[in-house]
């Protein structure tokens, strides 16, 4: 961002754009001064030394073992998003570079001359992500959560025994046939003179 903004002579740098960019970066206002008699590398050195200040804030505010998580996660983080991207652009570039036999190129050194300028494009991308996002993230304590439950003896065992009432099934007493027991080879009780197994017992 710095070497984007000053280029040219001193009195061409964009130092507005140089704030606004600090500022977004960091949460935190800087005022460059006296640009005008600074050579370039002085103003870096105003600019990170600013920046490196306020890290240091930020790390003395959360403890160091905090900020050596945070820093671990926004990295872990930044680098999965970003692996996956260059994984799918290294494998359009193997595909690619073979179309490059047909201009009298070798392929194999094609795929290493882009793929090592690919690499230092992830690495650059990494960098510049985890900067804008380290100072604007925590690490969030989780808080223990307590189950609660309102408990009254008399509401749970009430439901209970109705529990069971509904599950277990009515209790009915047998029906008592008082009616005299016909064997099959007595006579049918129709009065038809045949034995009861050849008429209605059949």
């Known amino acids: 961002m710095l070497d984007f903004n000053t280029q040219g002579e001193n009195y061409e740098w964009n130092i507005k754009e140089i704030e606004e960019n600090i500022k977004t970066l960091t949460n935190h206002e800087l005022r460059i001064t006296s640009y005008e008699s600074k050579g370039r590398e002085e103003l870096?050195?105003?600019?990170?030394?600013?920046?490196?200040?306020?890290?240091?804030?930020?790390?003395?505010?959360?403890?160091?073992?905090?900020?050596?998580?945070?820093?671990?996660?926004?990295?872990?983080?930044?680098?999965?998003?970003?692996?996956?991207?260059?994984?799918?652009?290294?494998?359009?570039?193997?595909?690619?570079?073979?179309?490059?036999?047909?201009?009298?190129?070798?392929?194999?050194?094609?795929?290493?001359?882009?793929?090592?300028?690919?690499?230092?494009?992830?690495?650059?991308s990494i960098g510049a992500q985890v900067a804008n996002v380290i100072f604007k993230v925590s690490l969030m304590k989780q808080t223990r959560q307590v189950k609660t439950e309102e408990r009254?003896?008399?509401?749970?065992?009430?439901?209970h025994s109705h529990q069971q009432n509904i599950n277990e099934p009515a209790h009915r007493e047998p029906q008592k046939n008082n009616e005299p027991k016909i064997g099959r080879n007595d006579l049918c009780w129709c009065g038809s003179e045949k034995k009861f197994k050849r008429c209605h017992g059949a």
């Open 44 to 124: 870096k050195k105003e600019v990170l030394d600013f920046v490196y200040q306020k890290y240091e804030d930020k790390e003395k505010e959360i403890g160091k073992d905090e900020m050596r998580k945070l820093e671990k996660a926004v990295l872990m983080r930044v680098i999965d998003g970003l692996w996956m991207d260059h994984i799918e652009a290294m494998e359009h570039l193997r595909d690619s570079v073979r179309l490059r036999a047909y201009g009298q190129r070798d392929p194999l050194v094609e795929y290493k001359i882009e793929g090592h300028k690919m690499f230092q494009q992830l690495m650059s």
């Open 152 to 159: 009254r003896p008399d509401i749970i065992e009430e439901r």
